[in-house]
C-alpha cells in the first residue's frame, strides 16, 4: 500500500489537490493519500519546509511525499525526485530539500516527463509518484541530478550574553515558533537569569514555562515545545495577534550576570 502526502501553496476551495490525487488513484486505486497543508502562503519555501521537517520523521520508509510550492520559473528550477532518509520527495529544485533535512539527499534525479501548460503538479508530479510506486526506485523517473540547489535555514545570531533570533512558524493557536532551540539557549545562558525581549523591548518575559497552564490566563508565557524551540503564547489567548508578530518578528535573549 503506497503513501503519498502533499503540501503545497493552493487551498481547499481550488481543484487542483483533488485532481493530483484523482489522477494517482486511477493508476493506483488503494494509495493513502495524507495532506500535510493547502495553506502555506504563496511561494512560500521556507514555512513548506519546516512543516515538511516536522512531519516526515513520522512517516514509515517509501512514503512518497510531493511538493507543490514553487517561487520561479521551471526553467530555473527544474522538476525533481530525491531520497531522503528512505523517503522521496517529488517537487522544485529550488531549495527546498536542504531545508527539510540536515542529511543530503542519497539520490537525486531530473525527471524525464515532457511537460507543457500551467499545471505541472498533475502532468508531471502525479505520474512520476504513479511510476515511483511501480517501480519503488527513483533513477527509474530520469536522469542522475548531481548538484541540488541549496537555501540555509535562518540562524539565530548570537554573542556571549545575547541571543538575536526571529519567528519562523504560528500555528492555529497563534501561538510564534522561535528560531531558538533548546540547547542554544542553554549553552549560551549558562543557567544565567535573562529577559525575553519581544517588539522592541515592549514585551519581557524572565521566565521558561513547563506547560502553558502555569501562567495566569491572558498572560505572556514563553516554553520550549515538543520540537525544542522557543514558543511565545499567551495563556488562553492569542499571541501573534495581540503582540503584532509575524513571520520573521525579531525575539532577543538577554542574560544578565551571575545567577
Same mark, same amino acid.
Given at each position: 500500500?503506497?503513501? /503519498?502526502?502533499?503540501?503545497?501553496?493552493?487551498? $481547499?476551495?481550488?481543484?487542483?489537490?483533488?485532481?493530483?490525487?484523482?489522477?494517482?488513484?486511477? =493508476?493506483?486505486?488503494?494509495?493513502? !493519500?495524507?495532506?500535510?497543508?493547502?495553506?502555506?502562503?504563496? !511561494?512560500?519555501?521556507?514555512?513548506?519546509?519546516?512543516?515538511? =521537517? $516536522?512531519?516526515?520523521?513520522?512517516?514509515?520508509?517509501?512514503?512518497?511525499?510531493?511538493?507543490?510550492?514553487?517561487?520561479?520559473?521551471?526553467?530555473? !528550477?527544474?522538476?525533481?525526485? /530525491?531520497?531522503?532518509?528512505?523517503?522521496?520527495?517529488?517537487?522544485?529544485?529550488?531549495?527546498?530539500?536542504?531545508?527539510?533535512?540536515?542529511?543530503?539527499?542519497?539520490?537525486?534525479?531530473?525527471?524525464?516527463?515532457?511537460?507543457?501548460?500551467?499545471?505541472?503538479?498533475?502532468? /508531471?508530479?502525479?505520474?512520476?509518484?504513479?511510476?515511483?510506486?511501480?517501480?519503488?526506485?527513483?533513477?527509474?523517473?530520469?536522469?542522475?541530478?548531481?548538484?541540488?540547489?541549496?537555501?540555509?535555514?535562518?540562524?539565530?545570531?548570537?554573542?556571549?550574553?545575547?541571543?538575536?533570533?526571529?519567528?519562523?512558524?504560528?500555528?492555529?493557536?497563534? $501561538?510564534?515558533?522561535?528560531?531558538?532551540?533548546?540547547?542554544?539557549?542553554? =549553552?549560551?545562558?549558562?543557567?544565567?537569569?535573562?529577559?525575553?525581549?519581544?517588539?522592541?523591548?515592549?514585551?519581557?518575559?524572565?521566565?521558561? $514555562?513547563?506547560?502553558?497552564?502555569?501562567?495566569?490566563?491572558?498572560?505572556?508565557?514563553?516554553?520550549?515545545?515538543?520540537?525544542?524551540?522557543?514558543?511565545?503564547?499567551?495563556?488562553?489567548?492569542?499571541?501573534?495577534?495581540?503582540?503584532?508578530?509575524?513571520?520573521?518578528?525579531?525575539?532577543?535573549?538577554?542574560?544578565?550576570?551571575?545567577?
Amino acid at each position: 500500500m503506497a503513501i /503519498v502526502t502533499l503540501t503545497s501553496d493552493w487551498n $481547499n476551495d481550488d481543484y487542483y489537490a483533488a485532481s493530483v490525487q484523482g489522477k494517482i488513484l486511477s =493508476r493506483h486505486p488503494g494509495t493513502v !493519500f495524507v495532506l500535510v497543508t493547502n495553506k502555506i502562503p504563496a !511561494f512560500n519555501i521556507s514555512l513548506a519546509a519546516f512543516q515538511l =521537517r $516536522n512531519a516526515v520523521p513520522n512517516f514509515p520508509a517509501g512514503t512518497i511525499h510531493l511538493i507543490a510550492v514553487n517561487n520561479a520559473s521551471e526553467e530555473r !528550477f527544474p522538476f525533481v525526485a /530525491v531520497k531522503i532518509n528512505n523517503q522521496f520527495f517529488i517537487g522544485y529544485d529550488n531549495g527546498i530539500f536542504g531545508l527539510i533535512a540536515d542529511e543530503e539527499p542519497r539520490e537525486a534525479v531530473l525527471l524525464k516527463y515532457d511537460y507543457a501548460g500551467t499545471f505541472p503538479e498533475l502532468s /508531471v508530479f502525479a505520474q512520476a509518484a504513479g511510476d515511483l510506486i511501480d517501480s519503488g526506485k527513483i533513477n527509474s523517473l530520469g536522469t542522475k541530478h548531481e548538484k541540488l540547489y541549496r537555501q540555509i535555514a535562518m540562524l539565530p545570531a548570537i554573542d556571549e550574553s545575547v541571543i538575536t533570533g526571529s519567528i519562523i512558524y504560528i500555528d492555529s493557536y497563534r $501561538n510564534a515558533f522561535t528560531n531558538i532551540n533548546q540547547e542554544l539557549f542553554e =549553552r549560551i545562558g549558562k543557567g544565567r537569569p535573562f529577559e525575553l525581549l519581544i517588539q522592541s523591548n515592549h514585551y519581557r518575559i524572565n521566565r521558561i $514555562n513547563n506547560w502553558y497552564s502555569e501562567t495566569t490566563s491572558g498572560e505572556i508565557l514563553a516554553l520550549f515545545n515538543s520540537l525544542g524551540l522557543l514558543e511565545i503564547a499567551i495563556n488562553g489567548g492569542n499571541a501573534a495577534d495581540l503582540l503584532n508578530l509575524s513571520l520573521n518578528s525579531s525575539v532577543r535573549i538577554k542574560f544578565k550576570e551571575g545567577r
